[in-house]
């Protein structure tokens, strides 16, 4: 990977955007002058909530470019703000009748008949009801309606959301855990993170914890419109909640931090204004105490079309969390991908984090950054409860809760390994990841009706990772270019995937 570090680092620079840097200063230093690369750095894409500087300015691009397709139509005819609050409107009622309905028919709410009523096949034995398709479902869309009108900090919908949520952790009987019941102020700001706790049942464990969270904030409105959030970050935050009072009835031998962050979008990412940096600033327990810390963002969607892709990062930095993660069981219809974290974080002009787990990875304690991938929807008012994937939320967040208990329950404490790698794993994991990019019909390329030159450039990228693979099966100590070939794989899919670029901008 070229060493040379681009002093004009962006300041407000989205991870991913940096990303395609890289694949530029390579084509770079073929062809491309040095001006291309200033405006990739307008690029972004993140993160997870590592959303752009302004959110609004970029979004005002992107949704500029979503807005031209709509103004299109717009002439006297129906506008996108009219369908945008019909079809989330009708959501709701859909989900909220057959809900009613079915609360009705069983006089109580047994999450069998919820679930047949919305024609999925029934709870399997063994999973909560609060981990139900039917009542996932539900949260998402009543958090990611237009009644939080987009849960940017500051404004009313923000507050009706955090009402909402507050009611969620009581209702189902998670403790207090903030400084103000539930609530952690943070005065460095204007956020308010949410903190609730399941007290562990053994004695020898209940004073050591794993931390589960997601921010819940979200940026308002992209272009005059309502951006719901649901991929970013509702079905996280709907998940992370379901979770905790799934444990409520069945407390692991470890207790369990519920922790729902806010002010993590711009312009707070990454400054002591965030709500995750400012709980490790301020702590409510020793961050000691915390045994891994685990963080959501970009849940219960799609990289693309139906690709049921799931990205963990972070367990290359901790023996033991691989270790709790082999002995997980995977779902069916679920295909987790561990990478370590330096292929998205890792950039021409430098290092970028994503997301809330960084105020943790920066304490040495050991994380799990849970992700299903930047998409088409990222940051713009596209991005509802129609386009996440539903039953495949159910099963990431079943997943997800299995990985809690192993690790709540574990008899080792995990350590954390400041430079941990695993590049054979990250080779075997991306060509994997590229069998499905590259699969005909289904995959990334004809999904999205890439251009020949993109299918070239991604095979190119394959057939550099397959090359590294096979040096390092060989025994070859990782070396720069083998590094970059790893980055770059990932880090043009996260682009073509991504929300924010026209597709020729990946590719130059
Ligand atoms: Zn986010």
Known sequence: MPSIVNTERPTDAGSIDGGLLVLYCRLMRRTIPALVIVSLLALFLVACGSGSSTGQGDQQQSGDLYADSIDSSADGGVTASDLQSDDAALDTSIVADLWAA???????????????????????????????????TAGVTTLA???????????????????????????????????????????????????????????????????????????????????????????????????????????????????????????????????????????????????????????????????????????????????????????????????????????????????DYDAFRNRNIPFLFISDGINKVYHTSEDDVSHLDLPKLAIEAQYLHDIVLTLANAQKTPTFVANGADYLRDAVEILALYDAVLAPVSGLVDTLVLSDTSAALLQSDYLAVQQTKADLDGGAVATKKMITSLRTAVQRILCLAGSLYPESACNI
């Open 102 to 136: 079915d609360l009705a028919d069983d006089g109580g709410g047994t999450s069998d008949s919820q679930d047949d009523a919305l024609g999925t096949d029934t709870t399997p034995d063994g999973v909560s009801d609060h981990l139900s398709l039917s009542n996932l």
């Open 145 to 355: 309606s237009d009644e939080f009108d987009g849960r940017e900090p500051g404004t009313e919908g923000w507050k009706k959301a955090r009402a909402y949520l507050l009611e969620q952790l009581a209702a189902c009987g998670l403790q207090p855990a903030g400084t103000d019941g539930y609530q952690q102020p943070v005065t460095t700001g204007i956020g308010v993170n949410l903190l609730a706790r399941v007290d562990g049942r053994d004695d020898a464990l209940r004073n050591r914890v794993v931390l589960l969270s997601a921010h819940y904030d979200h940026i308002g409105h992209c272009g005059g419109f309502i951006c719901n959030g649901a991929l970013d970050n509702a079905a996280a935050v709907t998940s992370v909640v379901a979770i905790g009072c799934a444990l409520v009835s069945n407390p692991p031998a470890r207790s369990v931090l519920i922790a729902l962050w806010d002010t993590e979008e711009p312009p707070t990412f990454l400054t002591e204004q965030m709500g995750s940096e400012f709980f490790a600033a301020n702590p409510t327990l020793p961050l000691s105490a915390i045994d891994v810390a685990i963080v959501l963002d970009l849940y219960g969607g799609n990289f693309w079309g139906d690709y049921k892709g799931h990205l963990l990062f972070g367990a290359e930095l901790s023996p033991e969390l691989r270790a709790a993660l082999d002995a997980t069981a995977v779902p069916a219809g679920l295909e987790p991908l561990r990478l370590g974290l330096h292929v998205i974080e890792e950039w021409y002009y430098g290092h970028e984090a994503w997301s």
